[in-house]
């Protein structure tokens, strides 16, 4: 059987692989990314079908591309994914959807790969694996399959007509938590939500999006979570034009909450008895950025209008105050619960040495201490922009560099030996 030979191959081609794909196009780095779905394929098969971004139209998208509507407007997910396929085609990126790569081995004697996926075997120089910050849905072992109730991930909810009738639990306080919580709310579901650790940012201030005060604060080049923040959710919505998340808002629609959910023995509940904690760390999150925000403002005086109806907040309503610890799943109607909880990575497939004791990538900017090993897209790769789509892009010229680089040493030759090589492919990429 023949084998394809090919200096990088990029695995998967959701943002992060479309935006590695154009930085290596321009280096001129000769490359193939192999996408097991379709181009952005977890923006179309992966969300509910509601689902907006999270940042207007100005600011989650690639610089090389304008979104082809109001830039303050929250793209729907499906114009998300066709950005993609739009970016994609502009550049010619050469992308084989529909095969997955199921194995890269370092060959034994020689640098690079062998790469098996299910169209054939490849040998390959590096590897870039950008197959999602968000890959396996991860579930705590918290409720027995057998407790009567339908129990599924975020990532496989789509609409409230998907569910059996009756009433639903969704455990998970960050985005994706809330704004399911809220759709199942208004589609006349019986809600209850499990409020853990959060921050809420307001969705904009003094009329500027959150997207705007995170750049100008410098919010977005933090390098790493503060200190006893890694396990914290953000509260953040495009939903219906872009809302603060307001939790006082989701009581007074109706929505039960409850703290964090912690066993569940003969079918009831138990749940900690953080929630009015949680509920004050979110409020002292957004407030902390108002008042950043405010001391900008003076700082540079600028000449925004003033908000101060945004400190006010509603009385808290009495699942806050008097908080429910224990219920039973089906004395309260409880048909279905959702784990908006989260992901955990997969890197069967990758067969190297680049990972530490806890299966976790070893990189440094995407750059894996295994020679021809690459990451991106993940949280914090670089830095708080790293697994969103604004940020990735700058990630994947950083990666695409080291490989350029990479290239040049292995390119030169003494003087009179053809060490003219590398610099003619240095101007090709400049
Ligand atoms: C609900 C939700 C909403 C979000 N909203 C926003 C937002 O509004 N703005 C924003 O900036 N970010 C948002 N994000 C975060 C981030 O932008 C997305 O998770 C985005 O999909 C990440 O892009 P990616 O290319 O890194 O990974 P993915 O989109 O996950 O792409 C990885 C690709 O790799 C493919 N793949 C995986 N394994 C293999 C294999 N072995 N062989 C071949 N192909 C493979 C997959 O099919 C997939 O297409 C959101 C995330 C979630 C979960």
Redesign the pocket.
């Known amino acids: 059987m023949s084998v394809e030979k090919i200096d990088t191959l990029v695995?998967?081609?959701?943002?992060?692989?479309?935006?590695m794909s154009e930085h290596l196009s321009r280096a001129g780095v000769p490359h193939l990314v192999?996408?097991?779905?379709?181009?952005?394929?977890?923006?179309r098969s992966?969300?509910?079908d509601s689902?907006?971004?999270?940042?207007p139209a100005w600011h989650?998208r690639f610089p090389g591309l304008e979104f082809d509507m109001n830039p303050d407007v929250?793209?729907p997910?499906e114009g998300?994914a066709d950005y993609f396929v739009a970016y994609a085609e502009k550049f010619d990126a050469p992308v084989r959807c529909g095969?997955?790569?199921?194995s890269v081995r370092r060959v034994p004697g020689q640098p690079g790969f062998r790469v098996e996926?299910s169209e054939g075997t490849l040998e390959v120089r590096n590897v870039v694996a950008?197959?999602?910050?968000?890959?396996r849905p991860a579930i705590p072992p918290i409720v027995p399959t057998a407790a009567g109730v339908l129990q599924i991930h975020?990532?496989d909810y789509r609409n409230p007509g998907q569910l059996p009738e009756g009433g639903v639990l969704v455990v998970g306080a960050g985005?994706?938590g809330v704004q399911i919580a809220d759709e199942l709310s208004r589609a006349g579901r019986q809600v209850t939500l499990s409020v853990g650790p959060h921050d809420r940012p307001p969705r904009a201030y003094r009329g500027r999006d959150f997207v705007w005060w995170l750049g100008v604060l410098g919010k977005w080049n933090a390098q790493s979570p503060a200190p006893g923040t890694e396990h914290v959710t953000i509260a953040v919505s495009?939903a219906r034009g872009g809302e603060t998340i307001d939790f006082r808002r989701l009581a007074a629609q109706g929505i039960t909450l409850v703290g964090l959910t912690q066993a569940c023995e003969n079918e009831v509940l138990s749940f900690r008895s953080d929630l009015a904690a949680n509920i004050a760390r979110g409020d002292a999150n957004y407030l902390s950025l108002l008042d950043e925000a405010d001391a900008y403002i003076a700082r540079n005086g600028l000449d925004l209008p003033e908000e101060p109806e945004a400190r006010v907040f509603a009385a808290e309503p009495s699942c806050i105050t008097d908080p429910i610890l224990q219920l039973d799943l089906a004395k309260a109607g409880i048909a279905t619960i959702i784990w908006a909880t989260g992901?955990t990575s997969?890197y069967s497939?990758l067969e190297v040495d680049a990972f530490d004791e806890n299966g976790r990538p070893k990189h440094q900017r995407g750059v894996s201490p295994e020679a021809g090993i690459y990451f991106?897209?993940?949280p914090w790769l670089s830095g708080r922009g790293s697994?969103?789509?604004?940020?990735?892009w700058h990630d994947a010229k950083h990666v695409a560099d080291h490989i350029l680089i990479q290239r040049q040493y292995l390119d030169y030759r003494p003087s009179g030996q053809g060490g003219e090589k590398a610099d003619s492919r240095q101007e090709a990429a400049e």
């Open positions: 695995v998967g081609a959701g943002q992060a692989g479309v935006a192999l996408e097991r779905g379709r181009i952005a394929e977890r923006w992966g969300r509910w689902l907006v971004a999270n940042g989650d929250f793209v997910k998300v095969v997955e790569v199921t996926t950008a197959t999602g910050p968000f890959q975020s990532s985005s994706s495009g992901f997969d497939w991106l897209g993940l697994s969103f789509i604004w940020g990735v």
